[in-house]
């Protein structure tokens, strides 16, 4: 069965050429208006949408949130075809839930290149189908997410990053090992598109995303998941400083000690 994908474009020699180098390759093609789309998507589910918007400052911001807020579209990948965005605008964009950003004027050949890397890179990668910790479960195979029993939403890219973290559960990253792991060849991207996007995770991961119990930031480095450290003290919880870090040390050692001694035989 061929990949759907749902182009948004007003102008009509661009939509012609969008359409048709798509169709050439293998993709089955559907446009509509802007006004359309966010129906239109929600009844048939595209692998991708593809938008050019006429003021990407404005109107690509709003379709990028109302896209990303929408629960039924929150995982689909999203291009966004620009004209004359700055990249302070193309960086918003990114961060604001788009996969990946093409500047027109753009080759055939880069077209379906953006399309097939954005598509790859929703796609589950590795063997490992399922990172189960406390209250947080990550579902590689089927690209879900589950906190405290509950599935919630999220974009392919913060997908693909939970999923990256959790497969080295306790290992740190910095940003640019993030950049080049995660985000791939995608244009327009810095360090502080990781920052937006831990950021969202946190909001939905996070009890309270100020003190984070599975999202650490290491100072001076980078981000680490820590799938088991739900039982550390909340007062303490994401802060990395020399006195916290020897207090969830001895919490650590208090934990383990009293694990021991309930497991001792009477």
């Known amino acids: 069965m061929r990949q759907l994908i749902l182009v948004v474009e007003g102008e009509f020699d661009v939509l012609h050429l969008v359409r048709r180098c798509l169709q050439a390759t293998g993709y089955a093609v559907q446009t509509f208006s802007a006004g359309e789309v966010m129906t239109e998507a929600e009844k048939i589910r595209p692998a991708l949408i593809l938008?050019?918007?006429?003021?990407?400052?404005?109107?690509?911001?709003?379709?990028?949130?109302?896209?990303?807020?929408?629960?039924?579209?929150?995982?689909?990948?999203?291009?966004?075809?620009?004209?004359?965005?700055?990249?302070?605008?193309?960086?918003?964009?990114?961060?604001?839930?788009?996969?990946?950003?093409?500047?027109?004027?753009?080759?055939?050949?880069?077209?379906?290149?953006?399309?097939?890397?954005?598509?790859?890179?929703?796609?589950?990668?590795?063997?490992?189908?399922?990172?189960?910790?406390?209250?947080?479960?990550?579902?590689?195979?089927?690209?879900?997410?589950?906190?405290?029993?509950?599935?919630?939403?999220?974009?392919?890219?913060?997908?693909?990053l939970i999923d990256y973290l959790a497969r080295h559960q306790g290992q740190v990253f910095t940003r640019d090992v993030l950049l080049d792991s995660v985000w791939g060849d995608m244009q327009f991207v810095t360090p502080r598109s990781v920052d937006a996007c831990v950021r969202r995770i946190r909001e939905k991961i996070e009890p309270d995303r100020k003190r984070p119990v599975y999202l650490k930031t290491i100072?001076?480095?980078?981000?680490?998941?820590?799938?088991?450290?739900a039982w550390q003290s909340p007062t303490n919880e994401g802060c990395d400083c020399a006195a916290c870090t020897t207090m969830i040390s001895a919490s650590r050692a208090t934990y383990e000690g009293s694990t021991r001694r309930k497991r001792s035989p009477a």
């Not at 796609?123 to 490992?128: K, Q, S």
């Not at 990550?138 to 599935?151: H, Q």
């Open 51 to 160: 938008v050019s918007p006429t003021r990407p400052s404005v109107a690509g911001l709003s379709l990028c949130r109302r896209i990303r807020e929408n629960t039924a579209l929150a995982g689909t990948p999203l291009l966004l075809l620009l004209a004359d965005a700055t990249e302070e605008h193309r960086i918003q964009l990114l961060e604001s839930g788009a996969d990946d950003c093409l500047v027109k004027p753009f080759s055939a050949r880069e077209l379906v290149a953006r399309v097939q890397a954005v598509l790859r890179r929703s796609t589950p990668m590795g063997t490992l189908p399922r990172t189960e910790a406390p209250d947080l479960v990550i579902d590689s195979w089927a690209m879900k997410l589950f906190v405290r029993g509950i599935e919630v939403p999220t974009t392919s890219l913060e997908f693909r």
């Open 219 to 229: 100072r001076g480095v980078g981000y680490r998941l820590d799938a088991v450290a």
